[in-house]
């Protein structure tokens, strides 16, 4: 009978202790994986602001463009207007 006892105690002692391991391994995953989720969040922001800036590049560039395609067309058209006034 005591036999029986002390091993029913060491099968509750190695239950206990695997439960107290699972624990900790369920704690550790979760720090890690809070560690892992917070620095995608980092990069995820980061390459935001990064196609952010990039597209106001673009957009300041584009508008530059634009108001030297305006100039070159207004000259274009002071040009033709000089010329059509020397014809006549």
Do not use: V, W, Y
């Not at 206990?16 to 699972?22: A, E, M, P, V």
């Amino acid at each position: 009978m005591a036999n029986l006892k002390a091993e029913h105690n060491q099968a509750i002692f190695e239950i206990d202790s695997g439960i107290k391991r699972l624990q900790e391994e369920i704690e550790s995953m979760k720090k890690k994986h809070a560690e892992i989720m917070d620095q995608i969040e980092t990069d995820a922001s980061q390459e935001i602001q990064d196609i952010e800036k990039k597209n106001q590049q673009d957009i300041t560039k584009i508008t530059d463009l634009s108001l030297k395609s305006k100039a070159d067309l207004q000259l274009t058209k002071n040009k033709n207007n000089d010329l059509d006034a020397e014809i006549e």
